[in-house]
C-alpha cells in the first residue's frame, strides 16, 4: 500500500521464519559478498560487486541497485544476465503487468518493458498494476489508472494498496476500507489496518485486534484473542502466533496445527517449514510431518527447492530434503521464474 504521508523505499529481506513471508517480491541487498542470480542446477548468471540490491525475478526482469562512483541507481536485468534496461533510475518498482513505476529526472512515471515512459503525469507515487489498475498519489490524493494512464478511479483517499480478487484497500477519513474495480466503496472504512485478500479473505486490525473478513466485509474470524501476529492465507492455512509459539489457522477460524512451533515459515508448494525441539522439518496441510532436517534450517519452497542453512553456509534442497545445491552461499533466496539470488563471499 502507498500513502500520502510517506512512501517506504526500502524492501525488508525477510530471514527469520518467524517474519513474514513474502508477498511480495523480495529484494536482496549485499552485505558483505558480492551478490548476483543462479539457476536450479546452481549456475551462476551474473554475480558483481557492483550489485548493491538484486531482486525477484517479475515478468522476465529482476530490478536492481548498483553502486557505481558512490552513485546508487536502479536498472533491470533479463533472464540472460544483460542490463536490458540500464540503471538510470532513482527509484523503481518490480514489473508488474508489462510496466513499472520509476522516478528519475526524466519524471516520474511507469515504464514498459524497452524502458521507454510511457505513463507519465503529475504523480507524487505509483504502486503495482493488478487486475488491470494501479495505484497513483496525487497532490489531491490517491487513486488508479489504467494500462493507457487514464485515472478510472478519482484520487479521493489518504492511502491506497493493489488489487486482489477484485478489491483494494483504501484510506478514508481515518480508517480503511475496500474499493472495487468500479470505484465503488464495496467496504466501508472502519479498519485500522488492512490487507489483500487471499482465498477469500483479508486480514484487518478491527479495535487493536486482529481478524479476518470475506469480500463483504463480515468478520468471518476472529477477532482473534491471545494472537500477537498473522498473516494472509496459502493453501487454505494462515499462520498465526500465540505468545511465542507458532501454528496455523484454516478459513473457519480452527486450529487446525495448534501453535507449538518455536518458528514457522507460511505455507508454500503445499508444504509449510517449521521449527521445533527436534529442529527443522516440513509439515503438510494436515499438519503431519512429510520431512525432517534436524538441526539444518530450512526455509520456504519455491520452484520445487528450498533454501537450507547448514554450517552457516547457505544451499537447496529438493522436495524430499536432498541437497542439490551444495552449501556455499552466504545468502541465498527463494526461486522465482528460475532463478534465485544469491550472495558468494
Not at 494501479?134 to 485515472?151: K, S
Not at 498465526?240 to 505455507?267: C, E, H, M, N
Request: hydrophobic share 40%; glycine share 14%.
Amino acid at each position: 500500500m502507498i500513502h500520502a504521508e510517506r512512501k517506504k523505499r526500502f524492501a525488508a529481506l525477510l530471514i527469520l521464519a518467524a517474519l513474514p513471508a513474502c508477498a511480495a517480491l523480495l529484494a536482496h541487498e549485499r552485505k558483505r559478498g558480492s551478490i548476483g542470480y543462479i539457476d536450479k542446477t546452481g549456475q551462476v548468471l551474473i554475480t558483481s560487486r557492483v550489485l548493491h540490491e538484486a531482486g525477484s525475478f517479475s515478468g522476465g526482469f529482476a530490478r536492481v541497485r548498483l553502486h557505481e562512483n558512490k552513485v546508487y541507481k536502479y536498472g533491470y536485468l533479463d533472464r540472460k544476465g544483460k542490463m536490458a534496461i540500464p540503471a538510470r533510475f532513482d527509484w523503481a518498482r518490480h514489473f508488474s503487468e508489462g510496466k513499472a513505476w520509476v522516478e528519475s529526472a526524466e519524471g516520474r512515471g511507469f515504464i514498459d518493458n524497452r524502458g521507454r515512459l510511457v505513463i507519465k503525469g503529475e504523480y507524487r507515487a505509483g504502486g503495482d498494476f493488478s487486475s488491470g489498475l494501479a495505484a497513483v498519489g496525487t497532490e489531491r490524493g490517491f487513486g488508479y489508472i489504467d494500462g493507457g494512464g487514464e485515472m478510472v478511479i478519482s484520487a479521493q483517499y489518504s492511502s491506497a494498496g493493489r488489487f486482489s480478487e477484485g478489491l483494494a484497500a483504501v484510506g478514508l477519513g481515518g480508517k480503511l476500507g475496500y474499493v472495487d474495480r468500479a470505484g465503488k466503496l464495496a467496504i466501508p472504512p472502519r479498519f485500522e489496518k488492512a490487507y489483500d485478500f487471499h482465498q477469500g479473505r483479508a486480514r484487518v486490525l478491527l479495535d487493536g485486534r486482529i481478524a479476518y473478513i470475506d469480500n463483504t466485509g463480515k468478520v468471518v474470524i476472529g477477532p482473534l484473542e491471545g494472537v500477537s501476529r498473522a498473516f494472509d492465507f496459502r493453501h487454505g492455512l494462515a499462520r498465526i502466533r500465540v505468545k511465542t509459539r507458532w501454528g496455523f489457522i484454516d478459513r473457519s477460524g480452527k486450529q487446525l496445527v495448534p501453535p507449538s512451533y518455536f518458528a514457522a515459515y507460511d505455507f508454500s508448494e503445499g508444504m509449510a517449514s517449521v521449527q521445533d525441539e527436534k529442529g527443522w522439518s516440513c509439515i503438510g496441510s494436515d499438519g503431519k510431518v512429510l520431512l525432517r532436517m534436524g538441526q539444518d534450517w530450512l526455509m520456504t519452497y519455491s520452484g520445487g527447492l528450498a533454501p537450507m542453512i547448514r554450517d552457516r553456509k547457505v544451499g537447496y534442497v529438493n522436495r524430499e530434503g536432498k541437497v542439490v545445491i551444495q552449501p556455499q552461499f552466504l545468502r541465498a533466496f527463494e526461486f522465482s521464474e528460475g532463478f534465485a539470488s544469491v550472495e558468494l563471499e
